[in-house]
């Protein structure tokens, strides 16, 4: 899997160079790190707003429809290392230290800016290339999800829209082997008849803002 991991052996020393290069050199180790820790890498499956991971967190899924690179001011960026650091992050915060989705995708999303940014990639032109596919695959009709992908950020998206194309990608004939779909369908059924209560709830109380939606809902 070539992700430019920059020097996964470099030695820890103090080196003599201006405050915002140790900055950057930082983040790139950071970065090579939980690259590191990715365990399976899945391009062959549609996957909403371009990644997710599985219940386990031992794979992360990239959309097969999005591009491995762009072109900015002449340089070609890899953007699969930059998306696996959001996926681990998010996932990572929800599951070790419970905290809600959105709140774990904001700090998620900062970290793959930090990363960008680190890369002397230009943030606009990244983030710009990122929300043209977003809105492309939020469109399109999703016939290959992975069986196991983990549902917990479209729940709390209340994206019952979503929820209802997976479920019926999963419960037709491309539904991979050794998957009961009637179960499957009776979980999602389910969650979504929590999402609508909780929905109920929040539209009775008094409202205190909302939230942006970013890459992910």
């Known amino acids: 899997m070539p ?3 920059c020097h996964p052996e470099a030695p820890h020393e ?4 201006p405050n915002w290069f140790v900055s950057s050199l930082m983040m790139d180790r ?3 790190a939980i690259l590191r820790r990715a365990k399976t890498i899945d391009r062959t499956h549609d996957v909403p707003y371009l990644a997710g991971y ?3 967190g031992k794979t992360i899924y990239i959309d097969r429809h999005m591009p491995r690179s762009f072109k900015s001011r002449g340089q070609e960026i890899e953007t699969d290392r930059f998306l696996i650091l959001h996926e681990e992050v998010e996932k990572t915060l929800i599951d070790r230290l ?3 989705y959105l709140h774990a995708h904001q ?15 230009a943030w606009r032109d990244y983030d ?3 929300q043209k596919y977003v809105k492309r695959f939020g469109d399109e009709r999703l016939t290959k999800v992975p069986a196991d992908l983990d549902t917990k950020p479209y729940r709390d998206e209340h994206d019952t829209d979503l929820l209802r194309r997976m479920d019926a990608c999963l419960a037709g004939p491309n539904a991979p082997p050794g998957i009961d779909g009637a179960k499957l369908h009776k979980k999602i059924t389910r969650a979504i008849a929590e999402m609508r209560a909780h929905r109920h709830a929040a539209h009775s109380a008094p409202t205190r803002g909302s939230s942006k939606r970013a890459r992910k809902p």
């Open 54 to 56: 599985s219940l386990d």
């Open 98 to 100: 419970g905290l809600h």
């Open 3 to 5: 992700l430019d991991l």
């Open 107 to 121: 700090i998620a999303l900062r970290a793959e800016e930090a990363a960008v940014r680190a890369a002397r990639i």
């Open 30 to 32: 950071a970065l090579d």
């Open 128 to 130: 710009r290339f990122m």
């Open 14 to 17: 103090k080196l003599r160079v």
